[in-house]
């Protein structure tokens, strides 16, 4: 299991349901099957926020 660093970098980690209930102790989605909760998603990666009418906005992360 990756350890987790909150600082203001723009380095990021992924984590099952699993896992994080492995880091902070609480189980989420219960309604979730194990084999569900043990895998992991394709998600998109994290980048710079865009307004309605396209324009890039700071540094904020937002999942596109």
Do not use: F
Request: aromatic share 4%; proline share 6%; hydrophobic share 30%.
């Amino acid at each position: 299991m990756p350890e987790v660093a909150n600082d203001e970098t723009r380095e990021y980690s992924t984590a099952s349901m699993s896992e994080l209930k492995k880091m902070v102790g609480i189980s989420v989605l219960l309604g979730l099957s194990q084999q569900v909760r043990d895998g992991g998603m394709n998600l998109p990666r994290p980048g710079a926020r865009r307004d309605s009418q396209g324009s890039l906005h700071g540094n904020q992360p937002y999942l596109q």
